[in-house]
């Protein structure tokens, strides 16, 4: 008996077992087989979750078949950018400053007194999707909810999805006079507000510090059973370390691992990103570099609880019992020009990966599918201070599992070269050749290595000759021995921007104002309105695009060929900005000759028809508009790089104008969330929720 001689549902039943290539191919064996995974709705459903980098919900309780409509009428929306879903929602209480969007949950601070510059009293969040499922015509203020907890909330962090919990940062004075504050962490259950049931220690008791309000920032992401929690304490006056990084397992209330920073410069990093429940990247603000830290075997190791001090000298001596954060792998950013100055990098990647099904505590069943987060992008704002005076902001998208994947080969290669025989001088393993720009070439020239060029590989870039020699100064360890830094282990491995970033990475000459808001991305989108006031969503889904591109040249319409569409590929195109516009001046629409609004060099080719500037375009401007990227792209601004940097990342970018004026756009998993302000550009006035591809039922 052959395998097609088994009837239709055994071969489902196979076929299922299979992973997303081995059923591509399955389906080019004979027709039978194509038919049978072709029918299947089960199947099929697999395979466009892949392609739109998306995973299953096995909570959901909808069919396969429903879930498979629905998500093709969702990305087939986002394809068409179609804004019609609207609700408009109105505010119950005075916004502050704290804000949060994540599953489906949008989250806004509350200042009692609107005179008062700085502070948050409670929060409020809403479910997006029950605005929809309301009236239009009825008052949308009843579906927020509030949770006060009687003392000023200074930040959030959201885990609505798996596990159904806000931890709350707050302060309160125990030492008022000299400014000596206790910061904790309350563990809360998002749909009661009650404390939540998992958690051993609903309040986590971070440190005593000395506390100015408006002179501290912090941060904090859960993922699975991790809470990472960073301080920046701008205090001006007392803190020799002010940026401290707590790992926490949030179920257990124990601190894993943490970081000091010995820079008397408060900014040395004031974000970060989890890249998985056990490693987390930190922007380095002085070094201008990415710094990956893996902290797996801290979390799997018990550790025997600390005794609980209430005063700052107590809390400070307890800390060293707890291990430090190691850096094991630092990806270099581009090299700035002498002149310029890093003020600030901010960074986040939604949603947030998450831990085995196993140590979930909550089950959503509201949605069928979600994005998955080893796919997700991550964005990385950084404000570079020029030496003419003026501030300019860069946006550079880069995906989550790149970063990751990058730092497995390095320390694979690490521990190969660590054994490998002199004798032989064997290279170590090469970079994946999806790490490689596709404008280098093998046949380079006139390099200087006795290794072959191979491009991406990883072979010198990753030699230190003073590795073994000289002692790192990344990691506040006080408590290490000079011994320690014989181990040349110990040091983190150092990758240089042009090997790691060109091929991986997309970066943007962006404004100022449309980096106030950082809950811009989820997934491999990225949304922002431009000061043209068209409205820009950004695709970054790989799979997504090649197939879109393929089924438009098979169906006889190749990319380009319609109105309003362009496509750029293998040419270099210039990006630039002006530099007579300080950091406060937002006045950019009137751009330099030869300058578009994104900054790009104009290309007479950009047009699908071959358009020149003239009316055709400017009718075009008012509708629909797509681009296809293909190509590398040089950010060139000389007071800002030493050389402008590369970037190859392909996208699709859909573009209308705005049916608002909004401030800024936010994004969620299908829904985009405009914000208009008030006339300060302080204070949210109204939320604005555009719907794709209608309900998840």
Known sequence: MSLL?????????????????DILRLQQVCTRLRGVVKSDSALQYALELRVAGMMDNPASRLVPGERLRILRAKEEAWRLLDLSDRRSIALNHNPSGIYDLTGGTLLLGERRHSENLTGTDAVHTINLHSAFSHAEEQDTRALWSNIDLGKQVIDVGLAIQEHDLIALVTYSYVHEAQMIASVDIHLLKHSTGQPHPAAAKPVLHFENIYYLPGHCSIMLEI???????????????????????????????????????????????????????????????????????????????????????????????????IPFLKTTCVLQLPPLHPGALVLRMTCRCEPNPRGPLSSATHADRAVPFYSDPEKAIMILHLHIRLAIGVTRVYTMIVHRSSLLKITQDALKHRQNEAVVDPATEEPGPELSDEYRSVDQHSDAEGTDEDVPYVPGAFFHPFYDPH?????????????????????????????????????????????????????????????????????????????????????????????????????LEREYYEWSQKLDVDEGDEDEDEDEDGENEDGEVDNPEEDGEGHEEGSDVLQIQQERRVRVVLGTTMVADPSAWEMPPQSSLPYIETSFASPDEYESVLLDEDIIVGLKMDGNGRHIQEVVLHRIGGPMT
């Not at 088994?6 to 299922?16: C, G, K, N, Q």
Request: proline fraction near 7%; include cysteine; hydrophobic fraction near 35%.
């Open 5 to 21: 001689d088994l009837p239709d549902e055994l071969l489902v039943f196979i076929a299922s077992a299979l992973d997303f290539e």
């Open 467 to 567: 590795r073994h020699t000289r002692r790192s100064v990344r990691l506040n360890d006080a408590s290490r021995s000079e011994d320690d830094d014989t181990d040349g282990e110990a040091y983190p491995v150092t990758i240089p921007w042009e090997t790691w970033g060109p091929a991986v990475t997309r970066w943007f000459a962006d404004e100022l104002a449309g980096t106030r808001w950082i809950t811009t991305t989820c997934g491999q989108r990225f949304v922002r309105v431009r000061s043209d006031g068209r409205l820009r969503v950004y695709d970054f889904n790989q799979l997504s695009i090649r197939r879109y591109l393929h089924t438009r040249s098979m169906n006889g319409e190749p990319f380009g060929a319609l109105p309003g569409e362009s496509i």
């Open 223 to 321: 993922s699975g059973d991790t809470l990472c929690f960073l301080l920046n304490n701008y205090f001006p006056f007392v803190n020799a370390d002010p940026v401290t990084l707590v790992v926490y397992n949030w179920k257990t209330g124990e601190p894993k691992v943490s970081q000091k920073r010995l820079y008397s410069d408060p900014t040395m990093f004031n974000s970060f990103v989890l890249l998985s429940p056990d490693t987390v990247v930190l922007p380095i603000i002085p070094t201008n570099a990415l710094e990956v830290c893996q902290f797996a075997d801290e979390l799997a190791a018990s550790r025997p609880p600390d005794s609980t001090s209430s005063n700052t000298e107590a809390s400070t001596s307890s800390r060293p019992q």
